[in-house]
T-cell receptor
Framework: EPEVTQTPSHQVTQMGQEVILRCVPI?????FYWYRQILGQKVEFLVS????????KSEIFDDQFSVERPDGSNFTLKIRSTKLEDSAMYFC??????????????FGEGSRLTVL | QKEVEQNSGPLSVPEGAIASLNCTYS??????FFWYRQYSGKSPELIMS????GDKEDGRFTAQLNKASQYVSLLIRDSQPSDSATYLC??????????FGTGTLLAVQP
């Protein structure tokens, strides 16, 4: 069964360092997303990506964050200068259609980011 | 601010009983509704989607949607200990994203 894969599963970094989280969405999906979940809190939307550009982003997704689809398979989230409050589980998701228009989002296993 | 509200629980039910999970949403323009299950430390796993008013059944799961009341529910029949997890309600509107509720923790007692 096709699945979304994410690497690394866990990354520990020092405050101020750059981090890149990688995702391989399901191959025939067109919409890609990053969500995050701080421990004990809800799953929060960060950004959606379609047709090689950001289609929507949340207030959390400030200038420290960027996304890229460097080739036909990978989808990356970069955090330029990590802060303590960036510590969270980051989930990549993909869907055939837009989530708001009925597209079912399928999530990867997540990348746990710990900022010290 | 578009909100999705769920009772955080825990909702405790005995094995074999029906578990009823509820969700309300604020955006009347919402068009798609999903239930995800999340085990501790794991990613959300899609259980069901529902788009029109009424009931939708899939095995032991039934999703119910009432757009007039802005209310979505999930019934789990013959609850099993393996159903113990956090159940997330997610709602989609006219944009690409889904907005998630805080989730309801379900505990099925053997």
């Amino acid at each position: 069964e096709p699945e979304v894969t994410q690497t690394p599963s866990h990354q520990v970094t020092q405050m101020g360092q750059e981090v890149i989280l990688r995702c391989v969405p399901i191959s025939n999906h067109l919409y890609f997303y990053w969500y995050r979940q701080i421990l004990g809190q809800k799953v929060e939307f960060l950004v959606s990506f379609y047709n090689n550009e950001i289609s929507e982003k949340s207030e959390i997704f400030d200038d420290q964050f960027s996304v890229e689809r460097p080739d036909g398979s990978n989808f990356t989230l970069k955090i330029r200068s990590t802060k303590l409050e960036d510590s969270a589980m980051y989930f990549c998701a993909s869907s055939e259609r837009a989530g708001g228009l009925g597209g079912e989002l399928f999530f990867g296993e997540g990348s746990r980011l710990t900022v010290l | 601010q578009k909100e999705v509200e769920q009772n955080s629980g825990p909702l405790s039910v005995p094995e074999g009983a029906i578990a009823s999970l509820n969700c309300t949403y604020s955006d009347r323009g919402s068009q798609s509704f999903f239930w995800y299950r999340q085990y501790s430390g794991k990613s959300p796993e899609l259980i069901m989607s529902i788009y029109s008013n009424g009931d939708k059944e899939d095995g032991r799961f039934t999703a119910q949607l009432n757009k007039a009341s802005q209310y979505v529910s999930l019934l789990i029949r013959d609850s099993q200990p393996s159903d113990s997890a956090t159940y997330l309600c997610a709602v989609g509107g006219a944009t690409n994203k889904l907005i998630f509720g805080t989730g309801t923790l379900l505990a099925v007692q053997p």
